[in-house]
């Protein structure tokens, strides 16, 4: 008899789907967005953002069909390993990887930059780190404790940006956001695409968890759609009061903006300034912890498949959480800290998204022209008008960062070449190509 292949445990009701959704992505909101200020100005930025939410509208209601057909814990990669074999899936699977374990040390920096902020005695690096050692150590403890831990911590970020909007917004100034608005013209546009992109990245993160949850057919597309109408709202808001404040030029460089912000329409030794940044940490905490899910339940699947060691697939005999993967990538995440700045990790980050996107798109395309009996109980909208326009604009944003950010564009590609050549030479993609070929189902 074979042996039995590792199983997640399912135990997701679509309220966990809907905060880990909003959670993983809601400190966006929060930092890292208004570094597109500097290459952009705030109506540029504003553009880049608008454009992106139609980007994200045609993905996630498009994604959703791929994500419920097949509710794998390897998300684009078990789309792309479908449709197009294990070249598609090693390409999905890498961006993905990218995407993730590159936007948990952005957000961990911010995490350190907020202490740093309430307690100038501690160092940025030093919380960070901390940070990673704490929320690893939860992941640990199971899916369900941390599904509730990630809600909790959703609804107190989603509060508080509530609560940041109804204390600036009676200060929030016109003339302030429209200080010159293009600095750069349209090229600046383009260029604050990715800044643009990182206040709703890691959204389709929620595939990850599909294996863990207990009603797919519905639970996801009603967590995915909820989710992204969420973040919409408080994206476009937090920006636009963010920016009526003060001149941008006093928040393109900072990674706890909205306490700033606060600062500087309360002062910065007000009570409710220190509160607000206090509190401000739930937000990233949200996103912090839900990367980790996601990301862990990523190379558990590509190691399940054999796209990595075998060994960080291993799941937990009382909790069934796959512990090498999180200590795995919590090891990755700590090394970037001391490697990379904010900025930097951002663009990387959005990179692999952008990749990923464009992967899952024409898989979506692949699979409704191959498989056309799949079963799928929630359809793409206006196909193949929605898909068509999610993969034009990635196609856009994914070639815009290429040339403002070529020397991170490179890292990426190389490093995609790397793992490629570490998968032909180690036997992996021809044991891979034959199971696909015989038509083996995906783990």
């Known amino acids: 008899m074979a042996d039995k292949q590792p199983e997640l445990k399912k135990a997701l009701k679509p309220v966990h789907v809907w905060a880990i959704g909003v959670g993983l992505v809601i400190s966006g909101e929060y930092f890292g967005w208004n570094y597109g200020w500097a290459v952009a100005g705030t109506v540029g930025l504003l553009i880049a953002t608008l454009l992106i939410t139609l980007l994200y509208v045609t993905f996630i209601f498009s994604f959703t069909e791929l994500t419920t057909a097949i509710p794998n814990a390897g998300g684009p990669f078990a789309y792309a390993l479908q449709a197009f074999g294990p070249v598609g899936a090693l390409v999905a699977g890498y961006a993905t990887l990218i995407e993730f374990l590159f936007a948990t040390p952005a957000i961990a920096l911010a995490l350190g930059s907020y202490v740093h902020f309430l307690y100038p005695s501690v160092p940025i690096l030093v919380a960070s780190v901390v940070s990673y050692v704490l929320f690893t150590v939860i992941n640990l403890l199971g899916i369900k404790e941390a599904a509730w831990f990630s809600l909790i911590m959703t609804?107190?970020?989603?509060?508080?940006?509530?609560?940041?909007?109804g204390v600036v917004a009676p200060d929030v100034k016109l003339t302030n956001f429209l200080h010159n608005p293009m600095p750069f013209g349209w090229p600046g546009v383009f260029a604050a695409?990715?800044?643009?992109?990182?206040?709703?990245?890691?959204?389709?993160?929620?595939?990850?968890?599909?294996?863990?949850?207990?009603?797919?057919k519905n639970a996801i597309a009603k967590g995915y759609i909820s989710a992204l109408l969420t973040l919409m709202i408080l994206a476009l808001a937090v920006m636009l009061c963010v920016g009526g404040i003060a001149e941008w030029e006093k928040l393109d460089h900072l990674d706890y903006p909205l306490p700033e912000s606060i600062a500087l329409v309360l002062g910065r030794d007000n009570p409710l300034t220190k509160l607000f940044a206090s509190v401000g940490l739930f937000g990233l905490i949200a996103s912090f912890h839900g990367i980790i899910i996601t990301y862990s339940r990523q190379i558990f699947a590509l190691a399940r498949a054999g796209y990595l060691p075998g060994v960080l697939s291993d799941v937990s005999r009382t909790r069934q959480v796959p512990y090498w993967a999180l200590l795995v990538g919590g090891a990755f995440g700590i090394a970037a800290l001391f490697i990379l700045n904010t900025s930097h990790?951002?663009?990387?980050?959005?990179?692999?998204?952008?990749?990923?996107?464009?992967?899952?798109?024409?898989?979506?395309?692949?699979?409704?022209?191959?498989?056309?009996?799949?079963?799928?109980?929630?359809?793409?909208?206006?196909?193949?008008?929605?898909?068509?326009?999610?993969?034009v604009l990635a196609i856009v944003a994914l070639g815009a960062m290429i040339y403002f950010?070529?020397?991170?564009?490179?890292?990426?590609?190389?490093?995609?070449?790397?793992?490629?050549?570490?998968?032909?030479?180690?036997?992996?993609?021809?044991?891979?190509?034959?199971?696909?070929?015989?038509?083996?189902?995906?783990?």
């Open 155 to 165: 609804l107190l970020a989603i509060a508080e940006l509530i609560l940041f909007i």
């Open 193 to 216: 695409l990715p800044f643009a992109i990182w206040l709703y990245v890691c959204l389709e993160g929620v595939a990850m968890v599909a294996e863990e949850v207990e009603d797919k």
């Open 405 to 443: 950010y070529s020397w991170l564009s490179l890292l990426f590609f190389a490093g995609l070449l790397v793992v490629a050549g570490l998968f032909y030479v180690s036997g992996r993609y021809q044991k891979s190509k034959n199971d696909w070929r015989a038509g083996v189902p995906v783990n």
């Open 345 to 391: 990790l951002v663009v990387l980050s959005t990179i692999g998204a952008v990749v990923v996107y464009i992967i899952s798109m024409l898989a979506l395309f692949r699979l409704r022209q191959t498989q056309p009996a799949m079963p799928r109980s929630f359809k793409a909208p206006f196909y193949p008008v929605f898909p068509a326009i999610a993969l």
